[in-house]
Structure formats: C-alpha cells, structure tokens
C-alpha cells in the first residue's frame, strides 16, 4: 500500500510540474492576441489543489507506515508469546508434538528410546540371541571348539553350547504353536518365551546336571533328574520374573515370584521323572545314532575324549548334536505338556487377579 501511495503521490508531482510548465507558457502569449488571465488563474488554483494533495497523500504515507509497524510489531509479539506457549505445551506433552517440528536431534533421541523401549520389552530375544551366538561359537568355529574343549570343564561347555541350542529350537517352536492357539497370548509372544525358557533352562538343567553327575560319579538317578529339572525350571522362572521387573518395571511381588518359583519346580520335577519313566519303559536307541561303537553318538563322545591330539570336526560336532537331541527325545515331546501347563497356569493367574 505504501508503494501505492507513493506512485500516486509521483504522478501528482509530475502533474503539478506539467501544469506550472503550461502556466509559464501561457503568462508569454500577449494578451492582445488573446486574453488567458481567466485560463492561468485556473492553472494556479489547480496548482495548489495539487500540492494540497500531494501533502495529503504524504500525511496517508506516513499513518499507513505508521500502522504497518505497528501491525508488524503486534504481530512479532504475538508469534513469540505463541510459540512461547506452544514450546511450554511440548515440553510437558512432548508425546503430542509432531515429527514435522521436531529438529534432527529430537527425531534422533525418539529413535534411540523407540530402540530402547524395545530391548527393555523384548529382553529375553537379547539374551536368547546372546546364548544362541555364545554356543555356535563354542560349537561351530574352528579352533574354539578344541580350546573349549580342552579346558577343565569343556566338555560339559560343549554339551551345555548344544543344549542351549536345541533348547531355543525346541521351546521356541513349542512355545509358538502354543502361544498362536492360546487366547492369552500370540505365536510370537509365545516364541520369545519359548525360546528363551528352552536356552535358559537348558543351560541351568545341563549344568545342574553335569555338577550333580560329577559328584556322584555316574549317569543321574530317576530322583536326581526331576531334582534337578525342577531345580533348572525354578531358577529359570526366577530369572525370567527379575528380568521382567529389572528391563520392563512389571510389578512383580516376592509372594508371586515364590509361587511362579514353586509350580515351576514341581512341573519340572513331575515332567522330568515322567520322561525319565518313559525313558525307562520304552527307551529309543538308534543303532548308527545313539547307539554302537559307529554311531554318531560314540564319535561326538571319541572326538571331546582325544581334543587333545586330534581337531573336534564340524562333521562330528552335527552328530553330537542329533544324538544328543535323540537321547532327550522324550524330554523335547514332554515340553508339549509342559508348556501347555504353563500357559494354564498364567490364565490361571490372569482370571484370579480379574
């Protein structure tokens, strides 16, 4: 508007400037000849319309100039008390502020605490995944095998590495097909906690075992294996109850981890002596797998008696694993039921706490 102003407020100059040149022109002609006092009276007067106007326009200048800074000030203001309260809403909603304004560092940390609240709720994939990789590497790299063998209880290392192995296999898939036809739970709810019971719990049964066996001297009793598979089951309840207390802050009461501790031992006890019962009545021996001086089984157990002089092979390393998972044929049916019971046990619990 002020360029407007000043465009008419020019052209009103140029008029005035045109007519004092035709007043000065006119005052030259000889009055005999024709008589313009009439004709440059009216340039005069027109003359000082125009300044009149001109001023006029310069006073309309100035006010609009006047109100566009004042306009502009109010508004400058006005945007800072605006976004002054919007920053004082984001920081005590900061979940309400949109990605669209936030800067590149916001954007960042909302990643890292997306990435951290995963890990707090899916805990048991980290440490599954971390057993998972420890036991390949004690299994399946050369060189680390030998030297894992070759220390004071590699042997019972190895065998721990293949349990924790055919542990997560096995609870995973039982605990995925058990979680997608539960209405408490999903497939992969159910194969998280699966996986990570069977690698936890084979790790904890295998090493309780190897102990209890190391003590005695021989293969574990029937009383002896459901000791220690209720053992193993308990402390890995109580693992599993901490963890969901230390990463997701689940409120967790010590009578509730008394209790899950409890069932546990005595589902682990009660499914170890029944397959050790099955074990006793209808034994599976393989001649070529688990049973005979050329079965997988006997060049697993060659190869870890002579680390010392010769290489453990990749090829003998599969074997041992086939045969190991052969012999606990009866204990991977048993965790069937065994997880079956456990999910009645969590809707157990879920419809006394509703």
């Given at each position: 508007?002020?360029?407007?102003?000043?465009?008419?407020?020019?052209?009103?100059?140029?008029?005035?400037?045109?007519?004092?040149?035709?007043?000065?022109?006119?005052?030259?002609?000889?009055?005999?000849?024709?008589?313009?006092?009439?004709?440059?009276?009216?340039?005069?007067?027109?003359?000082?319309?125009?300044?009149?106007?001109?001023?006029?326009?310069?006073?309309?200048?100035?006010?609009?100039?006047?109100?566009?800074?004042?306009?502009?000030?109010?508004?400058?203001?006005?945007?800072?008390?605006?976004?002054?309260?919007?920053?004082?809403?984001?920081?005590?909603?900061?979940?309400?502020?949109?990605?669209?304004?936030?800067?590149?560092?916001?954007?960042?940390?909302?990643?890292?605490?997306?990435?951290?609240?995963?890990?707090?709720?899916?805990?048991?994939?980290?440490?599954?995944?971390?057993?998972?990789?420890?036991?390949?590497?004690?299994?399946?790299?050369?060189?680390?095998?030998?030297?894992?063998?070759?220390?004071?209880?590699?042997?019972?290392?190895?065998?721990?590495?293949?349990?924790?192995?055919?542990?997560?296999?096995?609870?995973?898939?039982?605990?995925?097909?058990?979680?997608?036809?539960?209405?408490?739970?999903?497939?992969?709810?159910?194969?998280?906690?699966?996986?990570?019971g069977g690698a936890v719990g084979g790790l904890i049964t295998g090493g309780l075992g190897g102990v209890v066996s190391s003590f005695t001297g021989a293969e574990l009793t029937l009383a002896q294996s459901?000791?220690?598979?209720?053992?193993?089951?308990?402390?890995?309840?109580?693992?599993?109850?901490?963890?969901?207390?230390?990463?997701?802050?689940?409120?967790?009461?010590?009578?509730?981890?008394?209790?899950?501790?409890?069932?546990?031992?005595?589902?682990?006890?009660?499914?170890?002596?029944?397959?050790g019962k099955l074990g006793e009545l209808l034994p599976i021996k393989i001649r070529g797998l688990n049973k005979g001086r050329d079965s997988w089984k006997f060049t697993w157990n060659y190869e870890l008696?002579?680390?010392?002089?010769?290489?453990?092979?990749?090829?003998?390393?599969?074997?041992?694993?086939?045969?190991?998972?052969?012999?606990?044929?009866?204990?991977?049916?048993?965790?069937?039921?065994?997880?079956?019971?456990?999910?009645?046990?969590?809707?157990?619990?879920?419809?006394?706490?509703?």
């Amino acid at each position: 508007m002020p360029s407007l102003i000043r465009n008419a407020k020019r052209s009103v100059k140029e008029l005035k400037s045109e007519i004092n040149d035709l007043r000065k022109t006119t005052a030259n002609i000889d009055s005999s000849v024709c008589n313009l006092d009439d004709v440059i009276a009216s340039l005069r007067s027109s003359t000082s319309t125009q300044e009149e106007k001109i001023e006029k326009l310069q006073e309309i200048k100035e006010e609009v100039e006047d109100f566009i800074d004042d306009v502009v000030e109010i508004d400058e203001e006005a945007a800072e008390a605006i976004n002054q309260s919007k920053d004082d809403f984001y920081d005590d909603y900061y979940y309400l502020k949109p990605d669209s304004e936030k800067s590149g560092w916001e954007k960042f940390k909302d990643g890292c605490k997306k990435v951290g609240e995963w890990c707090k709720e899916h805990w048991k994939v980290i440490v599954t995944v971390v057993l998972v990789i420890a036991a390949v590497v004690c299994l399946f790299i050369p060189g680390v095998n030998a030297a894992v063998a070759g220390l004071a209880f590699g042997k019972l290392i190895l065998d721990l590495a293949a349990g924790v192995l055919i542990g997560a296999v096995i609870g995973g898939t039982i605990g995925g097909v058990i979680g997608a036809i539960s209405p408490n739970s999903t497939f992969l709810e159910g194969l998280e906690n699966g996986a990570f019971g069977g690698a936890v719990g084979g790790l904890i049964t295998g090493g309780l075992g190897g102990v209890v066996s190391s003590f005695t001297g021989a293969e574990l009793t029937l009383a002896q294996s459901m000791l220690v598979g209720g053992g193993g089951d308990a402390i890995t309840s109580i693992i599993t109850d901490l963890g969901d207390i230390a990463f997701k802050g689940d409120n967790i009461s010590f009578s509730t981890i008394v209790c899950n501790a409890l069932f546990s031992f005595g589902t682990g006890a009660l499914f170890s002596g029944l397959s050790g019962k099955l074990g006793e009545l209808l034994p599976i021996k393989i001649r070529g797998l688990n049973k005979g001086r050329d079965s997988w089984k006997f060049t697993w157990n060659y190869e870890l008696a002579n680390v010392g002089r010769n290489r453990i092979s990749l090829k003998a390393i599969f074997k041992g694993i086939g045969a190991r998972f052969i012999d606990d044929l009866w204990d991977n049916t048993i965790e069937i039921f065994k997880g079956g019971t456990g999910e009645g046990w969590e809707s157990y619990k879920k419809a006394v706490s509703a």
